[in-house]
């Protein structure tokens, strides 16, 4: 949420572009830059128009519901329907992310008012509407790029249904796809004409989708985004640190479509070398994309859950169960219903490269919606009825997607980031006792893992144990030698109780893993004044000067150094 909205402060105080190809796709944070500039700084007016717009899709999945399941009868359609836009109102998953500083609102509605597009008309999308979707298909994708998914559901809608023309159908189809396409490649034109014309870069979108295909696919790789060695949790760090890392196995600064390119080559490589491991890997993401576990690698639904800021509801898990057996049991007796299955099933396809999070397939839980409220509907009609054949299918269908989508997940570092990132919420907050409980938690799932001890480190400088503290951080040196922030606070307690040597020592580590950072040449600039070497602490000041000119504190300390 950070790395979007200090993007739309940096366009907003008039740095419009770097000069290099995108390195994450910048539409929502334009988005925002605009509504801040309209409206002012903050985050209620976004919210509040994703919170219309999470209106919006519940209101679609009404009105998709009505038209796909005509023959239950109309008020039966409509009942499946309300109750399927209330689930949407009630799915937990949906209502964080309406309400936080990211592009996934957007995203849903889209992709849904699309497909209802595509269901509600009985005949293909004539040549001005093809035009419109694929301007709106090519405008989100420069917030999300996995909505281009759906251009093969626009084709077939535009090749299999019949077209309404008083002139060739077939120069009608082939019109329509044109300025379907058309329509796309102008809806992403921001991007590419920046990347080629002001970059000059051949990159489409944005360059990071090459670092994103080597976390997804690499020997570490588990279906979701877990980070490889080298590369930092949270988003600036991780795409900063796969542009250093590139630059540094390539010995010279790279464009931005290079470092893509390399991190592409890494993936392409792996899969080569040992296809059969890359095949399990892909069925280990088939798996997560529809486990009933929830990885949120933000942790942004549990902590809001805990903080009652969201309401009680259903999650991704219950949903998918119901829905499964539907999506086949009504493949043949409804077949409006093949297009919601169709879009879901490419959706998957978009995430298969990648990895999976539960924002990632929040897209489709509209469509499961649709399909689970109608199997509850039928199902007790069904029983009602003494229809029990079809009671007992759909009951064995249930049973199989219930074992399929409950399947355990055994991993017990899944399990600790929860417990971790709401720990470290609660310690960023100042709820200590919160976050002692979610960190001992999290240690117990993998004791070994450097960002819980740090973690706990911290917890403990803040309740004004430095002792602990200190141990924590060399425990978690010793997990993980290059750890820049348990360097850079021992190095800080050092300075604090007077040990200017060994604070020297500890600031110089964390120096040469990060010569880029500011504050640790601010921090070795006062360590050295301390120790009366004026001559370096000059050169640390002017180094932490250059790197972060406005900052105060930096130009009062080379002020206290002259003197």
């Known amino acids: 949420m950070h790395f979007y909205d200090d993007w739309a402060q940096r366009i907003l105080s008039g740095e419009f572009t770097d000069h290099l190809a995108f390195y994450g796709l910048p539409g929502y944070a334009y988005l925002l830059a605009a ?121 077939s809608a535009i090749l299999l249904k019949p077209a309404i023309s008083t002139h060739s159908q077939f120069r009608t189809r082939i019109s329509a796809l044109v300025l379907l396409f058309l329509g796309s490649a102008f809806g992403t034109s921001p991007c590419w004409v920046h990347n080629c014309l002001v970059a000059q870069d051949r990159v489409f979108l944005s360059a990071h989708s090459g670092i994103n295909f080597w ?40 464009k931005r479509g290079e470092v893509s390119h390399y991190w592409s080559a890494k993936a392409r490589d792996y899969i080569e070398r040992d296809p059969a491991a890359w095949l399990r890997l892909l069925a280990l993401k088939l798996r997560t994309f529809w486990s009933a576990f929830q990885y949120d690698d933000l942790s942004i639904i549990t902590i809001l859950r805990e903080q009652k800021v969201t309401f009680p509801g259903i999650y991704f898990g219950l949903v998918a169960t119901l829905a499964l057996p539907m999506m086949l049991l009504l493949w043949n007796t409804a077949p409006l219903s093949r297009w919601i299955t169709v879009a879901i099933v490419l959706h998957l396809l978009a995430l298969l490269p990648v990895f999976t999070t539960e924002r990632y397939r929040l897209p489709i839980v509209p469509g499961l919606l649709v399909f689970a409220t109608f199997g509850l509907i039928t199902f007790f009609n069904n029983l009602v009825a003494g229809k029990f054949n079809s009671v007992i299918s759909y009951g064995a269908l249930l049973a199989v997607s219930t074992l399929f989508v409950s399947w355990p997940q055994s991993d017990p570092s899944l399990w600790a980031l929860d417990a971790y990132n709401s720990g470290w919420q609660a310690l960023e907050s100042g709820n200590l006792a919160l976050a002692e409980n979610k960190l001992q938690l999290a240690r117990a799932y993998v004791p070994t893992n450097p960002e819980t001890n740090f973690a706990l480190g911290n917890l403990r400088l803040a309740e004004g144990n430095s002792a602990a503290a200190s141990a924590f951080y060399l425990a978690t040196l010793q997990l993980d030698n290059h750890h820049r922030g348990a360097l850079n606070n021992l190095g800080v307690m050092a300075l604090d109780g007077g040990k200017f040597d060994v604070a020297e020592n500890w600031l110089r580590q964390a120096e040469d893993i990060d010569p880029g950072n500011a504050k640790i040449h601010f921090l070795l600039a006062k360590t050295l004044l301390a120790k009366d070497e004026h001559e370096l602490a000059r050169e640390e000041i002017e180094t932490a000067i250059r790197l972060r000119p406005n900052q105060i504190e930096f130009q009062q300390l080379k002020q206290k150094i002259e003197n």
């Not at 936080?100 to 849903?108: D, K, N, S």
């Not at 690499?218 to 279906?223: I, K, L, M, S, Y």
């Not at 979701?224 to 590369?231: D, E, I």
């Open 35 to 155: 509504l801040y500039k309209l409206a002012g700084y903050g985050p209620f007016i976004p919210a509040l128009l994703q919170a219309l717009l999470d209106a919006g899709t519940a209101t679609l999945i009404y009105k998709i519901s009505v038209a796909i399941f005509p023959g239950i009868g109309l008020r039966r359609a409509q009942v499946a329907g309300l109750v399927a836009a209330v689930g949407w109102g009630f799915f937990v998953p949906a209502q964080t992310y309406a309400g936080i500083l990211m592009p996934t609102a957007w995203l849903v509605f889209i992709f849904w008012l699309i497909l209802w597009r595509i269901i509600s008309q009985r005949n293909a999308p004539g040549k001005s509407e093809a035009l419109i979707l694929g301007l709106l298909v090519g405008l989100t994708a420069t917030a999300v790029a996995t909505i281009l998914f759906l251009l093969p559901l626009l084709v």
């Open 215 to 254: 976390i997804g696919n690499n020997p570490a790789a588990n279906g979701y985004p877990r980070f490889p060695p080298g590369l930092r949790a949270g988003q600036a760090a991780m795409l900063q640190d796969s542009i250093d890392a590139a630059e540094s196995a390539a010995g010279h600064s790279l």
